[in-house]
């Protein structure tokens, strides 16, 4: 997180800086980004920046937090009213608008292109263990009410399959990444309902409630 001399800048110097460093984070990967250029472009001396920020890593972590943020109020809407939606209409809604959030918001999708791309690295390795808790705690609350209300299979193993969900859209986003393309068109709902249709019929409880065949 950012120091509190950071938090008393104007908010007009404050957003500048997050601008400046996104466009950074969205044309370099996180080990070529440069502080120097940072600075330079938000007017600001190297040493004001470390009074702000420990180094490199904590700003591209307030950052994640940021673009985090706005895509939870961006995803409100679909959460407003789960029971609205069976489980796993939910989930390809949910999605589906995780997309559409990323073609609204390029930059913040270019940051995470390069952040998959970096799989391996100490800071793609922190940034995961930090976001799975949140993605876990979401998909667990979603499960539990599924299974009561006889949408999901009641004899599955609840941690396991919310610890697969979570990775798994994780890993679909890698997959696209490295052996599809990054254009956001059509193709890329095609691979959510395909993704859903996937988790659907290992899940689904049948009418009587017990295991689908």
């Not at 922190?126 to 979401?138: C, F, I, S, T």
């Amino acid at each position: 997180m950012p120091k509190e001399t950071f938090f008393h800048l104007p908010e007009d110097k404050r957003n500048l800086i997050c601008q400046v460093a996104l466009d950074e984070f969205a044309t370099h990967s996180f080990d070529r980004a440069s502080i120097n250029r940072i600075v330079a472009r938000a007017g600001i001396a190297k040493g004001s920046f470390y009074q702000y920020f420990e180094n490199k890593q904590d700003l591209f972590r307030y950052l994640l937090q940021l673009i985090a943020e706005e895509k939870r109020n961006y995803l409100a809407p679909v959460l407003h009213n789960p029971e609205r939606h069976d489980f796993f209409t939910l989930l390809r809604e949910l999605y589906r608008a995780g997309i559409q959030f990323a073609v609204e918001h390029r930059k913040y999708a270019e940051i995470g292109r390069r952040l998959l791309a970096s799989k391996g690295t100490p800071i793609y390795a922190q940034v995961v263990d930090e976001g799975m808790p949140q993605a876990y705690d979401l998909f667990k609350g979603l499960l539990e009410k599924a299974i009561a209300r006889g949408e999901v299979r009641a004899d599955i193993d609840v941690e396991m399959v919310v610890y697969l969900i979570a990775a798994l859209n994780t890993l679909l986003l890698e997959y696209y990444t490295e052996h599809v393309t990054w254009d956001y068109d059509e193709r890329m709902f095609d691979t959510v309902d395909r993704f859903i249709d996937f988790l659907k019929h290992g899940l689904k409880a049948n009418e009587s409630g017990g295991v689908s065949p």
